[in-house]
């Protein structure tokens, strides 16, 4: 299984390290791809211009994506 891409804004973020998964943008990727989120599940993140790999988590109630590594190269 591939790891999941998606789009998120890094606007949006709980923390430096934390983005929250709960924009429209991110949401309609989700039905889209048709992704159930889950806790520690590795995922992609991009915002078209920076891209991360992250895990699955929760923050007060909301899913959000707890970068682990910046990456290098395109989204």
């Known amino acids: 299984m591939t790891t999941p891409r998606l789009p998120v804004d890094f606007n949006s973020a709980h923390d430096e390290r934390t983005i929250r998964l709960n924009t429209r943008g991110t949401l309609e990727a989700l039905r889209e ?5 889950q ?15 992250a895990r699955i988590g929760r923050r007060d109630g909301v899913w959000v994506a707890v970068i682990e590594a910046w990456l290098e190269g395109s989204p």
């Not at 590795?42 to 790999?53: K, N």
């Open 33 to 37: 791809q048709g992704l159930t989120l």
């Open 39 to 53: 806790e520690g599940m590795e995922i992609f993140v991009t915002d078209d211009e920076l891209l991360a790999r």
